[in-house]
């Protein structure tokens, strides 16, 4: 063994190598976090002054509260002060989360020969892990949150942010001047039972100060005289989280709260602390880390009474950014507006049996989502920690929603999934011409009938005679596609469902900002695992109409419609567009990311012309809904859709996919309407009310 330096020495029987080798021991194990070992090098009179529960949870504790990752020690010199005391000096490092590196130098271990043990321990206090912790001290790590940052609009519109209040009410136990008033008014302003306030309370020592609860600022104007009058009570505001308007936009904001078990130890880590409130769904959770910032924290070490001995280590803050969404708040209440309102118009006929609906509009050239709206919606205020409609009022609306069997906390733009219907026809025809098995003007004559697996018929008795591609599309008719979906089959069945996943159908889109659901389309390869045989024509056939097993969400086809429009190219949606401190400086949260599908242009020209005959020819399904709307003046390209979802007796979803302007278009929306019967009759007009809306044209 290398030996350190030896400042003194003293003839002995047990030599100051002995104390050296118990030293270096003692500090090893605790290196290792082996506490019980180090229980054991202790000195027997240390061992009844300190229990072995009590000194193993001293360093536990100790190690808790500093976060402790990972410590090192560095030896520096061992002394002799009498025959029987020695006193081995040494340095330590403490890497810990969320401060970083601590160093505390010229350490001294005190070492006594042990009569009972005949050899060399440590004479152990508390004093060994710090000095000031021997007279009753107790450390404390003091974080200092910053204000989580704002969520505005494109526009700089608020939509979240911290002008909400709470106040941290605290009490010292021995300067109550009247404890029992002081419980009964402390029950009445926490509103929990005096025997869990009093339990609580004296948990602690009676001169420490505790933080006892927390409540809000209605009720501190209400009681805060009391609680002075009896409790003493000091009082901390702290600005919480408030959504100015919490019906226009719950899907995508989310809301924040206490961290769950699972994410705990991640957000001590971090510098923050298990009670503090971070960000638990929508963006408030994806863009928590910039929201919230990095709290500026230090570790202290406290009298009993709260006095700061000392300072052992702390951290500057990171003050938490804001965010900049795609969202046009104004225009997003619009939506949400229009699609309330076809509900109670509707009251009497197609609204009672519909649970809810989606529309989703984009930027066709960004991927910026300028509008998502779930319906029926809810307040997201409800669900914070510290609702600023308050506690119980909160907790009421809650158990509201969660029992409504609409189920209004379900995001259907992007976690709904459905059957799509007839707007899956726009997807056919591209992989019907774009692949080759159709020519672009393909004839064929629709008599009502299609009869080569069973007997299917026409959503319009007769059929439509004679058509093209893109009549197809404008008519809606299903005997032709019943046919695209039967040549693409028997030409290779792997045609139609890639073809569909290229448009990023029953696929992610890539969305980052708020889950979303995936869909499914299905293929050769699922049906013969699932089913055990070959998959039949008829299969294909079905989804060429979207139906059968497709499963789409309406942010999905908002996307495909938006490539549509813009010559082939399958865009990222967004919702976050900029981020950055207020005043100081924004960047951009994304930049725009698309794929090209490599679809041929005469191939989507042909399916563009058929989409805006729709809306402006006699035969188009939603001619009647658009013939007299001021948007003929720029033009509306879309298509219709009825998907019926498999269950008897329940309505089909009804859908419409369009874009506009025709000539250089701006926008896509898709209106889906859960079994609310015609895609015509139901989504159509709440997609012409968005356009005027998003142009507008409103009167």
């Not at 700089?156 to 029992?180: C, F, H, K, M, W």
């Not at 969202?327 to 809810?356: C, E, L, N």
């Not at 399904?621 to 008897?648: D, H, M, W, Y």
């Amino acid at each position: 063994m290398i030996q350190i330096p030896t400042l003194a020495s003293l003839p002995s029987i047990h030599q100051l190598e002995g104390a050296e080798r118990v030293a270096r021991e003692f500090l090893q194990n605790w290196h290792d976090g082996d506490l019980e070992r180090m229980f054991e090098l202790i000195s027997f009179a240390s061992q009844d002054a300190h229990p072995r529960e009590t000194f193993v949870a001293f360093y536990e504790n100790a190690a808790a509260v500093m976060r402790l990752a990972a410590l090192e020690i560095r030896s520096n010199s061992i002394f002799r002060e009498s025959d029987a005391v020695a006193v081995f000096n040494y340095d330590v490092v403490f890497e810990t989360d969320g401060l970083g590196t601590i160093e505390d130098r010229n350490r001294d271990l005190r070492l006594v020969v042990d009569d009972r043990a005949q050899d060399w321990r440590v004479a152990w206090t508390p004093a060994d892990l710090f000095p000031e912790l021997a007279s009753g001290g107790r450390l404390r790590f003091d974080p200092s949150i910053p204000n989580r940052g704002n969520i505005y609009d494109r526009h700089g519109v608020v939509l979240a942010d911290q002008e909400g209040r709470i106040v941290n009410v605290n009490i010292v136990r021995s300067r109550t001047p009247d404890y029992d008033n002081c419980l009964n008014a402390l029950s009445a302003a926490l509103n929990q039972p005096v025997s869990d306030i009093q339990t609580r309370l004296e948990a602690r020592p009676p001169t420490e100060l505790v933080m006892i609860g927390v409540i809000e600022e209605q009720t501190y104007v209400n009681t805060h005289e009391l609680l002075e009058q009896y409790c003493n009570a000091r009082f901390e505001g702290r600005r919480v989280r408030r959504y100015p308007d919490g019906t226009i936009a719950p899907h995508i904001l989310g809301y924040v709260g206490y961290p769950d078990e699972a994410s705990v130890e991640a957000v001590i880590a971090a510098g923050f602390t298990r009670d503090s409130i971070i960000g638990r769904s929508g963006i408030e959770l994806s863009w928590d880390a910039e929201l919230r910032g990095q709290p500026a924290a230090r570790l202290v070490i406290v009298s009993p009474t709260g006095e700061v001995l000392r300072e052992l280590g702390r951290i500057d803050a990171r003050p938490g950014q804001s965010l900049w969404l795609t969202i046009d708040s104004d225009f997003q209440r619009q939506v949400s507006q229009i699609v309330a309102d076809a509900f109670t118009q509707a009251k009497d006929t197609w609204a009672p049996r519909s649970s809810g609906a989606a529309v989703v509009v984009v930027d066709i050239d960004t991927g910026e989502l300028l509008a998502l709206v779930s319906h029926p919606t809810f307040d997201n205020n409800a669900y914070n920690t510290f609702p600023i409609m308050g506690q119980r009022a909160g907790q009421s609306l809650v158990v509201e929603y969660q029992a409504d069997p609409r189920n209004p906390e379900v995001n259907r733009a992007t976690q709904g999934v459905y059957t799509l219907g007839s707007v899956m026809k726009t997807l056919s025809a591209v992989a019907a011409a774009d692949s080759g098995v159709y020519a672009l003007d393909e004839r064929y004559t629709c008599t009502g009938l299609w009869n080569r697996d069973i007997v299917r018929t026409d959503w319009l008795p007769g059929g439509h005679g004679t058509l093209t591609l893109a009549g197809g599309v404008t008519n809606s008719c299903n005997p032709y596609f019943y046919e695209v979906g039967y040549r693409l089959f028997m030409a290779d069945p792997w045609i139609l469902p890639n073809y569909a996943r290229l448009a990023g159908l029953g696929m992610p889109t890539g969305l980052t900002d708020i889950p979303e659901e995936t869909g499914f389309i299905p293929d050769p390869d699922w049906f013969r695992t699932s089913f055990g045989y070959d998959m039949p024509f008829s299969e294909e056939v079905n989804v060429a109409i979207g139906q059968g097993y497709v499963q789409v969400t309406p942010l999905q086809v908002t996307m495909w419609t938006a490539a549509i429009a813009n010559g082939g190219w399958l865009y990222t949606p967004h919702l976050v567009r900029e981020v950055g401190l207020v005043g100081i400086g924004r960047r951009p949260a994304f930049e725009p990311e698309a794929r090209f599908l490599d679809i041929r242009q005469d191939v989507l020209d042909v399916v563009r012309s058929g989409m805006c005959a729709v809306t402006n020819t006699p035969s188009g399904t939603a001619e009647f809904v658009f013939r007299n709307s001021p948007l003929q003046t720029i033009g509306v390209c879309g298509k219709t859709g009825t998907a019926q979802t498999g269950q008897p007796g329940t309505p089909p979803h009804a859908w419409f996919s369009a874009y506009a302007p025709r000539q250089n278009p701006e926008i896509a929306v898709v209106v889906m309407v859960e079994t609310a019967g015609e895609g015509s009759a139901v989504a159509a007009p709440i997609t012409r009310q968005v356009l005027e809306a998003y142009f507008g044209m409103l009167p």
